[in-house]
């Protein structure tokens, strides 16, 4: 597959559709402040397997318990309060269990989410794959939008877009993430937007949001 047919593909997505953020503001490129991308990681493991709306319910609850940052959540003590807040996004026990590992693996082995975010992408993505319940999509996720490294996300829509446009025969997670960054220009805000492009074109032109990760 040629370089610039992908590359025209997104040019293709990005006319018809426009800019993506009107499409998902709550995830889009401008969340800029290291506060709101913490957020943004925190979430990309509360939409696991549930609808954004779920996720946004849970999220809001986090935040009113002020349980909404890795600081807090690495320090709580009480276990049955974070299963309550987090409950409307589903997998009661598992989801506090991930949320509870991934902020503890940031304090123990960054000191913060700063530091974490200046990590290199390769060292960053092989340490958040050892943690609990991070599989390669929620990872990716988590690296491309909340820290803005270069890092395509494999979803369930991309592979379907792939398969509607026959780009490949071949649709593990390694090969299309492969697939995808050899044949695109390095460039996180072209990598978020052709994943949110995707999605939005894979659900008819409605509005989309961050799901089933």
Request: glycine residues 4%; proline residues 3%; hydrophobic residues 40%.
């Amino acid at each position: 597959m040629e370089r610039n047919k992908i590359y025209n593909l997104y040019l293709e997505l990005l006319k018809k559709y426009g800019d993506p953020v009107k499409y998902w503001p709550q995830w889009c490129a401008k969340r800029k402040s290291l506060k709101l991308k913490e957020e943004i990681a925190l979430e990309a493991i509360l939409v696991q397997r549930t609808s954004w709306r779920n996720a946004e319910i849970a999220s809001k609850n986090l935040k009113k318990g002020n349980l909404l940052s890795i600081n807090a959540l690495a320090k709580i003590d009480d276990f049955k309060k974070l299963v309550s807040l987090v409950k409307p996004a589903g997998f009661y026990n598992t989801k506090p269990r991930r949320l509870l590992g991934f902020s503890q693996f940031i304090q123990k082995d960054y000191g913060s989410w700063q530091n974490f975010c200046q990590e290199d992408l390769e060292t960053v993505r092989e340490k958040l794959l050892s943690c609990y319940g991070i599989g390669p999509e929620t990872a990716d996720t988590i690296l491309l939008y909340a820290t803005e490294k270069p890092t395509f996300v494999i979803d369930e829509y991309t592979k379907r877009f792939v398969k509607a446009r026959n780009l490949a025969s071949e649709f593990s997670y390694d090969f299309l993430k492969n697939f995808f960054e050899e044949n695109l220009p390095k460039n996180v805000r072209l990598f978020q937007d052709f994943h949110a492009l995707i999605i939005i074109d894979q659900k008819g032109g409605k509005y989309s949001s961050m799901g089933m990760i």
